[in-house]
């Protein structure tokens, strides 16, 4: 009985989850979580996953095991907010930059492996978060203030099936 329960439980989350549309605006098959889209980041251009759904913001990067120097992880959000996360289940220390909805990096954080202690943003007003490698950031010269290309993840979003307007201003 309980396992029923908690299928049932599963399959409702699975269902409310998506905020996507039934089928992508251009009628083909859409992207899934694993495809990486080129994104310029200050003068480096990285490959990342966008997680967009709870569901595959909640996993993140969790078992991944080594990332390549220039792949990473956006996650996306509809609205302005503080942005909190943790490492559970995550092998590898990562830098996080926190992003405003302009694509601005306001932020930029370190995350050690496993750790499972919060790490929140201090500004209030960031619609997306990228993770990478630790001390991808550093080495590529990416600061506070440096853009993020918000027109490649617009593009990312509709081949994943997502209305962009709806996390990018």
């Known amino acids: 009985m309980r396992s029923a329960v908690l299928l049932v439980l ?18 083909g098959l859409e992207a899934g979580l694993e495809v990486r889209f080129p994104v310029a980041v200050g003068r480096s251009v990285v490959r990342l996953r ?18 390549a120097e220039d792949e990473g992880m956006a996650f996306l959000y ?4 503080r942005l909190a996360f943790w490492m559970k289940d995550t092998p590898q ?3 996080i ?15 050690k492996a496993f750790d499972q202690t919060t ?15 630790a001390g991808w950031f550093a ?15 617009r593009r990312g979003l509709t081949a994943r099936g997502f209305d962009s307007s709806r ?3």
């Open 10 to 27: 599963a399959a409702f989350v699975t269902a409310c989850d998506s905020g996507r549309p039934s089928s992508p605006a251009s009628g």
């Open 50 to 67: 966008l997680a967009v759904t709870d569901l595959e913001k909640a996993r993140g990067l969790m078992g991944a095991e080594l990332l």
């Open 78 to 81: 509809q609205q302005d907010q």
């Open 93 to 95: 220390d990562l830098d």
């Open 97 to 111: 930059g926190f992003v405003d909805g302009a694509g601005v990096v306001r932020e930029i954080r370190t995350m």
């Open 119 to 133: 790490v929140e943003s201090r500004g209030e007003s960031l619609r997306l978060a990228v993770e990478m490698r």
């Open 139 to 153: 080495r590529s010269g990416v600061g506070v203030g440096d853009k993020l290309d918000v027109e490649a993840l």
């Open 167 to 169: 996390y990018l201003p």
